[in-house]
């Protein structure tokens, strides 16, 4: 069964970092394309970053480059996030999910960010 | 960046009913379009890929179509268990983008 479990959300002061991890079993890890997706509070969903299986190639929403970085461990079946300089707009759920056929096919169920003074 | 409109914003519909929900691409992006369900609290599931091809495990009576420009997600029979909100998204180019949400309730 595919599972995809992340973590490490939390309250974050604006400005501060925060590290999101994604656990990743019941498939070949290293063979997919990975993706962050997230959610503000009430609002549409909003693709974050992609990265290659091999993680030579990164790609990212305009409005997080320069402040996150998408990275992989093959070796531990686990896909990451960075995120620096955080700002209030970054509250939202962060979900990582599987790109497959040119489609999300499976989600985790999301680590929350609160980015607040 | 290619936008992705999703209309209606909201609807109602009754069991048993049919429902269209259309989005529409800020240009071509010939058959690169997908269809997520996502309830509340919970994380979006795929419905449909490739703007017409069902998602292994999902009922027949969703379906897509279109292409380039202008799509459709429909249920034909609307169930209990579909009352949640729909979201487009086109993966042609990155950056991927989503439409705003198409939220079904019960009427």
């Known amino acids: 069964e595919v599972q995809l479990v992340e973590s490490g959300g939390g309250l974050v002061q604006p400005g501060g970092s925060l590290r999101l991890s994604c656990a990743a079993s019941?498939?070949?890890?290293?063979?997919?394309?990975m993706t962050w997706v997230r959610q503000a509070p009430g609002k549409g969903l909003e693709w974050v970053a992609n990265i290659k299986p091999d993680g030579s190639e990164k790609f990212y929403v305009d409005s997080v480059k320069g402040r996150f970085t998408i990275s992989r461990d093959n070796a531990k079946n686990s896909l990451y996030l960075q995120m620096n300089s955080l700002r209030a707009e970054d509250t939202a759920v962060y979900y990582c999910?599987?790109?497959?056929?040119?489609?999300?096919?499976?989600w985790g169920q999301g680590t929350l960010v609160t980015v607040s003074s | 960046d290619i936008q992705m409109t999703q209309s209606p914003s909201s609807l109602s519909a009754s069991i048993g009913g049919r429902v269209t929900i259309t989005c529409r691409a800020s240009?071509?992006?010939?058959?690169?379009l997908n269809w997520y369900q996502q309830k509340p609290r919970k994380a979006p599931k795929l419905l449909i890929y490739a703007a017409s091809i069902l998602q292994s495990g999902v009922p027949s009576r969703f379906s897509g179509s279109g292409s380039g420009t202008d799509f459709t997600l429909t249920i034909s029979s609307l169930q209990p268990e579909d009352f949640a909100t729909y979201s487009c998204?086109?993966?042609?180019?990155?950056?991927?983008?989503f439409g705003g949400g198409t939220k079904v309730e019960i009427k």
């Open positions: 998204q086109q993966s042609y180019s990155t950056p991927l983008t």
């Open positions: 999910a599987i790109l497959l056929n040119y489609a999300l096919d499976y």
């Open positions: 240009q071509s992006i010939n058959s690169y």
């Open positions: 019941g498939f070949t890890f290293s063979t997919y394309w």
